[in-house]
T-cell receptor, first 117, second 111 residues
């Protein structure tokens, strides 16, 4: 299957700082990328959908000014958690969609464990 | 409201003991149903996509089936390495990007 690389796999940051997470599709062009958040023993919650060259679409309840998403190219999307707080600690996962019906064949990155201290 | 419900929440089997995981859904206009495997601390690994009722797909010891209301993931003669959380997700509605995940089934296979 297609490969999606997410970096870093884990990060610890101080409260109030910002953290950037990268999501790359290595062997295909992803017109759409998705960002999810997962709490322990819970399922994935879609945060936002990003399309290359346009603004991301955020799910209800997700603060767009806090979770900045940039989809600069067909192979790279970034999620920046701004002014992070301990409650932002979570497992963040990206996925990339191929084809017109984005997410029909969606492949996930390895995830990023964010810990805010 | 679109919903995806997986059962059981957790399942412990003996090696070789076949069983099935359930994914029930209520969505408007199903575009596709997906099964993923997730190991602890890792992202989901794509297994199957099913598009219409009656469709079946197989991969090694796993077989996924779909009806108009639910999907089953059958696991035949499982091995300890099949232990993982299995996630079901649906893509529905007019928005091609909307995808809803179930809460998952934590499968544990004892040797």
């Amino acid at each position: 299957g297609a490969v999606v690389s997410q970096h870093p796999s884990w990060v610890i940051c101080k409260s109030g700082t910002s953290v950037k997470i990268e999501c790359r599709s290595l062997d295909f062009q992803a017109t759409t990328m998705f960002w999810y958040r997962q709490f322990p023993k819970q399922s994935l919650m879609l945060m936002a959908t990003s399309n290359e060259g346009s603004k991301a679409t955020y799910e209800q309840g997700v603060e767009k000014d806090k979770f900045l998403i940039n989809h600069a190219s067909l192979t790279l999307s970034t999620l920046t958690v701004t002014s992070a707080h301990p409650e932002d600690s979570s497992f963040y996962i990206c996925s990339a969609g191929t084809g017109y019906h984005a997410n029909t064949e969606a492949f996930f990155g390895q995830g990023t464990r964010l810990t805010v201290v | 409201e679109d919903q995806v419900t997986q059962s059981p929440e957790a399942l412990r089997l003996q090696e070789g003991e076949s069983s099935s995981l359930n994914c029930s859904y209520t969505v408007s206009g199903l575009r596709g149903l997906f099964w993923y495997r997730q190991d602890p601390g890792k992202g989901p690994e794509f297994l199957f996509t099913l598009y219409s009722a009656g469709e079946e797909k197989e991969k090694e010891r796993l077989k996924a089936t779909l009806t108009k209301k639910e999907s089953f993931l059958h696991i035949t003669a499982p091995k300890p390495e099949d232990s993982a959380t299995y996630l079901c997700a649906v893509q529905a509605g007019s928005s091609a990007s909307k995808i809803i995940f179930g809460s998952g089934t934590r499968l544990s296979i004892r040797p």
